[in-house]
């Protein structure tokens, strides 16, 4: 009997190990739903046990031993079965078109969700893939452009943010939700908590907010700027864009990452609808700083505004060690 079966992105299921191409034998008595090596006729039918995911597996299976049939749906049970070959995402997806379903894929308990791709957990997200072009971002709210942010809310257009509030549309967010909670928004992003805002961006805890940015724990307010800051210190925009830039150049392509999602991206083969993104772990700050480059490290230094003791809140990094 020919089927289908979805393993986790080693191959194991329910913690057994299998391969493909190969044949495995149960010993014992088989039991449907209890013993046995599970499988569907129907491929459909697979995804009322497995969620529909880009980092599972799935495979051609074959029985070749006793079977016993669901009553239900086409699930059956075998005491052998052969993992025939290997059927890539896109693939699924095709054979699922034959039976008329046409699934949203990739995102896993979540509401609100449009055209994303491995996005775990989240509320209103829009456009993202895996997690969505962004660096480092780990179990924030409402961050917006900005870079090397963990376990914020409402940070607007920052660099290297750690433990704040206030943060607006940022990308790469695991575990948050872009607009919760929240009644009368309209057209805003990054919405937490909030009521009666319109046209803002980055509010947080706040109450009839219009044309704002960065606002959070805010009552009755509106058209406020945004403002820039560099070590805690306001600098003008003119200011803050030249700094940003230089560190942009000097950093060329590296960012702090708070989690493993890279390396399970790389080890995925770039593919982020490949990588198994519930095997995502977080990583300490002192870690996630730590391959700064040295001559972006000296530029900073070089900063009149920089605090050495705050760079080293922040970052982990004593600047006054020979080796850093």
């Not at 609100?112 to 660096?135: I, M």
């Not at 924030?140 to 433990?163: L, T």
């Not at 300490?284 to 730590?290: R, Y």
Request: glycine share 12%; aromatic share 10%; net charge positive.
């Amino acid at each position: 009997m020919k089927g289908y079966k979805v393993f986790n992105n080693d191959w194991t299921c329910r913690g057994f190990q299998y391969k493909v191409g190969e044949t495995f034998t149960f010993s014992g008595d088989i039991d449907m739903c209890n013993s046995g090596f599970h499988f569907c006729t129907k491929l459909k039918d697979c995804f009322k046990y497995y969620p529909l995911v880009q980092w599972q597996k799935f495979a051609e299976v074959k029985s070749v031993g006793k079977t016993i049939k669901n009553r239900g749906d086409s699930k059956a049970v075998t005491n052998q079965i052969k993992i025939v070959k290997e059927l890539s995402f896109s693939e699924v997806l095709e054979r699922l078109k034959s039976y008329g379903v046409h699934l949203s894929y990739g995102v896993n308990g979540s509401d609100g969700v449009n055209g994303s791709d491995g996005v775990n957990g989240s509320d209103g997200v829009h456009l993202s893939d895996g997690v969505n072009q962004s660096r480092g971002v780990n179990q924030s709210r409402g961050v917006n452009q900005s870079r090397g942010v963990n376990g914020s809310d409402g940070v607007h257009g920052s660099y290297g943010v750690n433990g704040s509030r206030g943060v607006h549309l940022s990308y790469g967010v695991n575990g948050s939700r872009g607009v919760n909670g929240s009644d009368g928004v309209n057209q805003s992003a990054g919405v937490h908590l909030s009521r009666g805002v319109n046209q803002s961006r980055g509010v947080n805890g706040s109450y009839g907010i219009l044309n704002c940015n960065g606002i959070s724990n805010a009552l009755f307010c509106a058209n406020k700027p945004k403002k820039y800051y560099l070590f805690n210190k306001r600098v003008t925009e003119k200011r803050y864009e030249k700094v940003l830039k230089n560190i942009n150049d000097l950093n060329n392509g590296w960012s702090p990452t708070f989690n493993n999602l890279k390396s399970l991206y790389l080890k995925s083969g770039n593919k982020w609808e490949c990588a198994p993104i519930p095997q995502a772990e977080e990583i300490s700050i002192k870690e996630a700083w730590a391959g700064m480059p040295k001559k972006t490290i000296e530029y900073i230094k070089a900063l009149p505004e920089f605090d050495s003791k705050l760079f080293e809140k922040i970052t982990k990094i004593n600047v006054n060690k020979k080796s850093y």
